[in-house]
T-cell receptor
Framework: GAGVSQSPRYKVAKRGQDVALRCDPISGHVSLFWYQQALGQGPEFLTYFQNEAQLDKSGLPSDRFFAERPEGSVSTLKIQRTQQEDSAVYLC?????????????FGPGTRLTVT | GNSVTQMEGPVTLSEEAFLTINCTYTATGYPSLFWYVQYPGEGLQLLLKATKADDKGSNKGFEATYRKETTSFHLEKGSVQVSDSAVYFCAPSYGGSQGNLIFGKGTKLSVKP
């Protein structure tokens, strides 16, 4: 079946622009995670949804970052007034449920470059 | 907070050499433990996992054992191949009901023929 898909794959934004990154999880997966991966580093947790409820947003680096999953399926990560430090790969992952032992399936990521 | 420490790379080995990549995690609670791999040009994918003490995860010739007493989950392979060249990430999940992964910095492995 289809895996996790993300769009766009690459995004170049001028500093100060707003961007929206989309994630289509695996059908039927209850849990959805967003991670940020800086160059040469491991991914860092941003936020977590269980169905449409955002249960944890403790990893969002500033109030310029906003995520939603209104119908419990597709999710969008929005970054307002982008800054150069926002340049990274943004990864989306989904899993059957939120318990720690469930495997997370990752999308290919969106590489954001802020100029 | 919870964290994971992973052997720094890069690691360069000859084909058929033995591989160990060390990983230790914070001993808070009882995490599930994962190794994820990122092949060149591809997305992150699960390599293996273990969810309780003394469990051994294995896949594609790789193994790792959940050692609660040493809070470790070292990755091993007896004979690496060129196709194993990738970045490897150790990632505990402390869960509760959420299960977000905490990734190490990654270890880049290059295997030469």
């Amino acid at each position: 079946g289809a895996g996790v898909s993300q769009s766009p794959r690459y995004k170049v934004a001028k500093r100060g622009q707003d961007v929206a990154l989309r994630c289509d999880p695996i059908s039927g997966h209850v849990s959805l995670f967003w991670y940020q991966q800086a160059l040469g580093q491991g991914p860092e947790f941003l936020t977590y949804f269980q169905n449409e409820a955002q249960l944890d947003k403790s990893g969002l680096p500033s109030d310029r970052f906003f995520a939603e999953r209104p119908e419990g399926s597709v999710s969008t990560l929005k970054i307002q007034r982008t800054q150069q430090e926002d340049s990274a790969v943004y990864l989306c992952a989904s899993s059957l449920a939120g318990q720690a032992y469930y495997e997370q399936y990752f999308g290919p990521g969106t590489r954001l470059t802020v100029t | 907070g919870n964290s994971v420490t992973q052997m720094e790379g890069p690691v360069t080995l000859s084909e058929e050499a033995f591989l160990t990549i060390n990983c230790t995690y914070t001993a808070t609670g009882y995490p599930s433990l994962f190794w994820y791999v990122q092949y060149p040009g591809e997305g992150l994918q699960l390599l293996l996992k273990a969810t309780k003490a003394d469990d051994k995860g294995s896949n594609k010739g790789f193994e790792a054992t959940y050692r609660k007493e040493t809070t470790s989950f070292h990755l091993e392979k007896g004979s690496v191949q060129v196709s194993d060249s990738a970045v490897y990430f150790c990632a505990p999940s402390y869960g509760g009901s959420q299960g977000n992964l905490i990734f190490g910095k990654g270890t880049k492995l290059s295997v030469k023929p």
